[in-house]
């Protein structure tokens, strides 16, 4: 028997006995109207603007509108028109740079940051939310849950391989307390929530 064998064989007899894991706390379901407001009131603090929608027309409007007064625009939502497949094109970081406004639709929303979670399923490139100027995410009333420990309970990354929560505009006053917007994400977050 090998040396290396001899040292495997002693760290298999000497193994810790195995304990379970403990269970995962409950936590009750929250009041949805307070779910809405906290989410709102957590996201305004932090620097977003939120708007309350019941359709597609006033994101319609504003993404036509962005188009029309020369900005480029990516768009990955069907219902607001046709989704960019030219993002997914894209690979170059000067390419991307360019990118004034993206409109992504977010799976759900957490109350207690305000934090949306996007993930592969609604984005050609990963880099959109990070590299783009301003962001628009769009995210369902009935989405939107307490804490993150119901959202963890709701999301999947084994199913697309990727996501990321998201909340606010990027910001940081690491360096001599002096605050950076878009240091490393966009400058502005526009939240449409859809009821």
């Given at each position: 028997m090998s040396s290396r064998e001899d040292i495997l064989k002693a760290i298999s007899q000497n193994k810790p006995a195995l304990v379970e894991s403990p269970a995962m706390p409950v936590y009750p379901d929250s009041d949805?109207?307070?779910?809405?407001?906290?989410?709102?009131?957590?996201?305004?603090?932090?620097?977003?603007?939120?708007?309350?929608?019941?359709?597609?027309?006033?994101?319609?409007?504003?993404?036509?509108?962005?188009?029309?007064?020369?900005?480029?625009?990516?768009?990955?939502?069907?219902?607001?028109?046709?989704?960019?497949?030219?993002?997914?094109?894209?690979?170059?970081?000067?390419?991307?740079?360019?990118?004034?406004?993206?409109?992504?639709?977010?799976?759900l929303g957490v109350a207690e940051n305000s934090a949306i979670w996007v993930d592969d399923s609604n984005l050609p490139n990963r880099l959109l939310p990070f590299i783009c100027q301003h962001l628009v995410l769009v995210v369902e009333a009935?989405?939107?849950?307490?804490?993150?420990?119901?959202a963890y309970e709701k999301i999947?990354?084994?199913?697309?391989?990727?996501?990321?929560?998201?909340?606010?505009?990027?910001?940081?006053?690491?360096?001599?307390?002096?605050?950076?917007?878009?240091?490393h994400g966009a400058r502005s977050l526009v939240i449409y929530i859809l009821s």
């Open positions: 949805q109207t307070s779910v809405l407001e906290q989410f709102i009131q957590t996201a305004e603090l932090i620097g977003s603007k939120v708007i309350q929608l019941k359709d597609w027309q006033e994101i319609i409007l504003e993404f036509e509108n962005a188009k029309a007064n020369g900005k480029f625009v990516v768009n990955t939502i069907s219902e607001i028109g046709t989704p960019d497949v030219s993002i997914d094109e894209m690979s170059s970081s000067v390419d991307l740079e360019k990118i004034d406004l993206s409109f992504v639709r977010g799976q009935k989405t939107l849950v307490a804490t993150m420990h119901q999947n990354t084994f199913k697309t391989g990727w996501g990321a929560f998201i909340a606010g505009p990027s910001k940081t006053a690491d360096i001599e307390q002096s605050l950076v917007i878009g240091a």
